[in-house]
């Protein structure tokens, strides 16, 4: 009997330190900028985060697409569909580095385009007990891709897309200071990514915050 009991809480114990070592997935909350409303962000935490409290990691902020917007509550997880949180978390992606994760606000987009006015939350990838979601298929394209005339001249092109990321700067700053000051964040290796309407935002910051 005492043999049984010793070995369920080795069991126990091993189970824990198991969980710690898993990486996680926060929400944090702040009070935006912009409208004055309360918003959360993602903050991704690598496996081993929980066990070496002697160590500081990378951090990374991402800066999602134009079609996951959203209200920051109840639509943040329409960030998870692509980019560096899809690889991490949803694809179990062993990424050593701290992933922070915010929502551009939606600007009326969702009146102004079909593919977010539209969208359900059933595209919204999910994190699986065992294994991962299969990824989704490659965009179809109904002809050949076809070469753009090339740009000769920058002078009539828009340095940025109308009501993108520039619009939440002083968000951006909040949130990687908040992150950095709560937790263990290698502030010499501090980087920045973006796709799409996130590329040019990542642009943006970069160039106002060298």
């Not at 560096?84 to 949803?90: K, Q, T, V």
């Not at 079909?114 to 490659?138: F, H, S």
């Amino acid at each position: 009997m005492k043999t049984t009991l010793l070995l369920a809480l080795i069991m126990v114990i091993q189970g824990c330190n198991f969980a710690d070592s898993d990486a996680s997935l926060n929400r944090e909350g702040y009070v935006s900028n912009v409208d004055q409303k309360p918003r959360e962000y993602f903050v991704y935490l690598p496996k081993g985060y929980q066990q070496a409290s002697d160590k500081t990691w990378p951090v990374l902020l991402f800066l999602h697409g134009n079609g996951e917007r959203g209200n920051g509550l109840d639509e943040l997880d329409f960030v998870l569909k692509h980019g560096p949180l899809y690889e991490a978390w949803i694809q179990k992606k062993d990424l050593p580095f701290i992933i922070i994760s915010p929502q551009l606000h939606m600007y009326d987009f969702d009146k102004k385009l079909d593919y977010i006015g539209n969208r359900t939350r059933d595209e919204i990838p999910q994190r699986l007990e065992k294994g991962v979601e299969a990824r989704p298929k490659a965009f179809a394209t109904s002809q050949p891709i076809q070469r753009a005339q090339s740009v000769t001249s920058m002078n009539d092109v828009a340095p940025l897309l109308p009501l993108g990321w520039e619009k939440s700067e002083r968000d951006l700053l909040s949130i990687l200071d908040a992150v950095t000051a709560k937790y263990r964040v290698d502030t010499k290796r501090t980087y920045l990514s973006g796709l799409s309407y996130g590329g040019f935002g990542t642009w943006y910051m970069a160039s106002k915050h060298p």
